[in-house]
């Protein structure tokens, strides 16, 4: 792990979940989604500051299926992406789908969904990042429970 790209998940969204834009549909109609758990959260300093939104299939309880997330600049300012990850077909060693929320540019007025490539530069990275946010909210989870655990204990 570069320190450039390191650098770059400083850059995921600070805000959180409060933050976040989680309203625009997702780059294809992924069936029953609206039925599946929710699971908002946020990441905070000092490992990673990010907002997401993962979602679990009732049939496939142990896997985010879907994850979002906003990201920032350098400056905390929203910048005009967010990610979609998709696992489109589990159990099948394919490629993620990995899609960008790119604004949108004239004469266009809606922002729109670009899919990157597996195998790019930019779709490496970004498995990198998924990686980041989910190894992060990991830990989080794993503090919060040893903490519940803690005053348990005490009582």
Not at 71 to 94: I, L, N, Q, Y
């Amino acid at each position: 792990m570069g320190v450039t790209w390191l650098r770059a998940l400083l850059v995921l969204a600070a805000s959180g979940v409060e933050g976040a834009d989680f309203t625009l549909a997702p780059p294809y109609a992924i069936t029953g989604l609206a039925g599946w758990e929710v699971m908002d959260g946020e990441l905070e300093p000092p490992g990673l500051a990010a907002g997401y939104r993962f979602y679990v299939n009732p049939a496939r309880p142990a896997l985010y299926t879907v994850m979002r997330y906003p990201v920032r600049d350098e400056g905390t300012r929203p910048a005009p992406t967010e990610k979609f990850v998709w696992v489109e077909r589990p159990g099948e060693p394919v490629p993620l789908r990995c899609f960008e929320l790119v604004a949108p540019t004239p004469p266009r007025t809606d922002p729109s969904w670009r899919e990157m490539r597996p195998g790019t530069e930019e779709y490496v990275r970004e498995m990198r990042t998924v990686i980041a946010v989910l190894a992060a909210r990991q830990r989080q989870e794993v503090e919060r429970s040893e903490q519940a655990e803690k005053r348990a204990e005490t009582r």
